[in-house]
């Protein structure tokens, strides 16, 4: 039947364990078929006795079982497997959907239901969405300042003062139950700071669940938590439960609750206040015991004084807040989010880490990173892929953060660059001195018999010349003051292509 695509997410995770629990051999042999690949490897139970023997040994990430079984029941077992691992995400098989069978194993804690026969695509998302719940729980978010080891997986990185105040307050917040509020521009971790409160928390034995406010659309925002009951709208054919229900005595983390709706804030509101809620089209009065994290990268405040977000809801909220510094604020640890990114890229490829020439680091550290530090790995993975040698180079940076940064008006050829020649300092105007750029030619032409400044300079302003007048020749000629002849024989002599200077 194929592979299972994009269960595993690229993150470096070595291969997932699934547990497929069915007294039907046919059953087991059809889900080894669909979803064995050299990422997933599937083990099977024909029984609830036989899974609950083995799964203290196997340690699997995801448990996919059948609710109707010969002896234990798939309920009862799944009921012991919560009491052994609540973290564990268990999917439940059904023919009966609509039955209070199904209903009763999502308030039991399962992570979802299948309904037989099985739609392949689907069945594929909700396996990947498992799984990546499973990581999310059962990975212990270190945030230690001092990054000793790259054994393991994530990590909030820095030795910076301002990310020594964040470890300071992720360590209070995890000895304590109170709500806490994480603002922070986009890209500056607030989802891994609130798995590290959890992972040292009280309740990092219990489930963890992470909702994007902005990503779900308003129609389905209040079903998605708080769930509904059959025939509450359209297209609800069964009763489903919620992940505040979901999660009970676990951990819920509302990334950019300033984009929840109005209506929606009211029940969050009266979760934090009661510990209670009704499913949406429900009577039914549901009590929970969850502990709220929220984040936000709006100021609140703001949103408060235009009356878009409640100002009880957001003084429930802000008990403890904790900001998150962007990257251009602690400068001093992009150094250590290179090598911690590095040596991550190196273990998902198998292959030594890649090094970094002192011109690459010094660009970084010079760049603005409106997306911070998800920017920088994002550049620092594309530069990775982009470097044709051992080590990253300055051209192997993205266009915008080389634009960024003071740099040289030529571009350096690959020699200089690979030798980790250092760019002159810029004058008033942002541009680097001339002078200053002739002294840097000068003194790699001492170090390296091979390289020839004339040459090499006039190289670089015909291709500058050229892209500035879009492969137009004789504007560029007239940029150089020289003739449409003369450099032709320019482009020649020095071998310039043309996908160099149009891109």
Known sequence: MGEVDGIVAADGIAMDKLLIIDDEVDIQRSFRRLLESQDIEVHTAGSG????????RLNPDLVIMDVRMGGMSGLETLRRIRDADARLPVIMMTAYGTTQTAIEAMKLGAF???????????????????LRAARQMKAVVSFEPLLESADYELGIVGRSGPMQTVFKLVGQLAASEATALITGESGTGKELVARAIYSHSSRSRQPFVAINCAAIPESLLESELFGHEKGAFTGA???RIGKFEQCNHGTIFLDEIGDMPLATQTKILRVLQSGTFERVGGNETVKVDVRVIAATNKPLEQAVAARTFRED???RLNVVRLPLPPLRERREDIPLLVDYFLRKFAKESGRPPKAVVP???RVLESHAWPGNVRELEN???????????????????????????????????????AAGLSIPAADEAGEPEISAVIRTLFQWARQSREFKVLPAVERELVIEALKDTKGNQVQAAKLLGITRATLRKRIDKFGIRKDLVIQ
Request: no cysteine; proline share 9%.
């Open 49 to 56: 006795e036989e899974a609950l023997e083995i799964l203290p």
């Open 112 to 130: 979802d239901y299948l309904l037989k026969p099985f739609d392949i695509p689907k069945l594929k998302e909700l396996i990947a969405g498992a």
């Open 237 to 239: 054919a069964q009763q």
């Open 313 to 315: 809801l957001f003084y």
């Open 359 to 361: 011109d690459v680091v």
């Open 379 to 417: 550049s620092l993975r594309r530069a990775s892929v982009v470097a044709t040698g051992e080590a990253i180079l300055p051209r192997d940076l993205p266009p915008e953060v080389l634009s960024s940064s003071a740099g040289l008006s030529i571009a350096p050829t690959a020699k200089m660059a």
